[in-house]
Nanobody
Framework: QVQLVESGGGLVQAGGSLRLSCAAS????????MAWYRQAPGKQREFLAIITSGDTTNYADNVKGRFTISRDNAKNTVYLQMNSLKPEDTAVYVC??????????????WGQGTQVTVSS
């Protein structure tokens, strides 16, 4: 089992920045991929960014150039640096970790989320 705890959310004005953190514990040694998603009220969960154990990254088009995902494997922590925030970025931001298994679907773990509110 993997436990994920997010932190760093809060209230920020439009144009501001926040850095989210997600610390993994438990069987964190098996994690190969970590990602960030968000969910706004009344909307489906939305993919934002992903990073592999080899530091390959990929981003959703609507955050590319504004958000940066990174990880510290020694600390089992993934970060999401968010710049130029917009009111439409307001959502609960959720961390995801995946344990890849040979011949089977990856095990998926989710954090509880951290609220980000961007005021106009």
């Amino acid at each position: 089992q993997v436990q994920l705890v997010e932190s760093g959310g809060g209230l920020v004005q439009a144009g501001g920045s926040l850095r989210l953190s997600c610390a993994a514990s438990g069987s964190a040694f098996g994690i190969s991929i970590m990602a960030w998603y968000r969910q706004a009220p009344g909307k489906q969960r939305e993919f934002l960014a992903i990073i592999t154990s080899g530091d390959t990254t990929n981003y959703a088009d609507n955050v590319k150039g504004r958000f940066t995902i990174s990880r510290d494997n020694a600390k089992n922590t993934v970060y999401l640096q968010m710049n130029s925030l917009k009111p439409e970025d307001t959502a609960v931001y959720v961390c995801n970790a995946r344990v890849v298994r040979a011949g089977a679907s990856p095990l998926m773990y989710w954090g509880q989320g951290t609220q980000v509110t961007v005021s106009s």
